[in-house]
């Protein structure tokens, strides 16, 4: 799977929109982009994940680039239970065995 | 929603001791993983079953760690002896084609 750069961390400012960047350079043709966070002490939860187009769900919007080589994760309004750490993942999708590989992840601490 | 059980939460163990983990996935989810996790890194993984059968545990130091899932359901990963440097969260995952959920892990402490 290809490799992943994150900055390793971010603030924001509560019920602001969280931009969250990953850069993914070396992204194959069949390979999605997934991301997933960390809140402390508890394992990581899925997010969302996206191929070619702009993505939207419940929790967050997924903007890839026209040459996929980049992401952003953004959480519209972002609120103190969205601190955590987000890992940006790029895996070839529809094969369960194909394992998800951490990077380091963005630290989000959003604050009051 | 359907959730991957872990127990225990919390275990503080002697080294050298034995330990034990014990994972139950989602209901129907072929593919199972152990990870580990040392603080303020990403998750590792250790050992990835399909059904009964490992298909990657080469990063399982096998000197000392052992997994099995016998009947393709639940797993137990085990550590014998235990060192202090085994002290991590220790988390498991089920997946599909489609996305993995992962459990609440088990935090080791080893004393």
């Known amino acids: 799977d290809a490799k992943t750069t994150q900055p390793p961390s971010m603030d924001c400012a509560e019920g602001r929109a969280a931009n969250l960047p990953c850069n993914h350079s070396?992204?194959?043709?069949?390979?999605?982009v997934y991301w997933y966070r960390q809140i402390h002490s508890q394992g990581p939860q899925y997010i969302i994940h996206g191929l070619k187009n702009n993505e939207t769900n419940e929790m967050a919007s997924l903007i890839i680039t026209e040459d996929r080589k980049s992401s952003t994760l953004i959480l519209p309004h972002a609120t103190l239970r969205d601190t955590a750490v987000y890992y940006c993942?790029?895996?070839?999708?529809?094969?369960?065995?194909?394992?998800?590989?951490f990077g380091g992840g963005t630290r989000l601490m959003v604050k009051p | 929603e359907a959730e991957v059980a872990q127990s225990p939460r919390y275990k503080i163990t002697e080294k050298s001791q034995a330990v034990a983990f014990w994972c139950d996935p989602i209901?129907?989810?072929?593919?199972l993983y152990w990870y580990r996790q040392i603080l303020g890194q990403g998750p590792e993984l250790l050992v990835q079953?399909?059904?009964?059968?490992?298909?990657?545990d080469s990063q399982l130091p096998k000197d000392r760690f052992s997994a099995e899932r016998l009947k393709g359901v639940d797993s137990t990963l085990k550590i014998q002896p235990a060192e202090l440097g085994d002290s991590a969260m220790y988390l498991c995952?089920?997946?599909?084609?489609?996305?993995?959920?992962f459990g609440s892990g088990t935090r080791l402490t080893v004393v």
């Open positions: 070396t992204i194959s043709g069949n390979e999605y």
């Open positions: 993942i790029v895996r070839v999708v529809y094969n369960a065995g194909n394992m998800l590989t």
């Open positions: 209901s129907g989810h072929a593919t």
């Open positions: 995952a089920s997946g599909d084609l489609y996305g993995y959920t």
């Open positions: 079953f399909q059904d009964e059968s490992v298909v990657d």
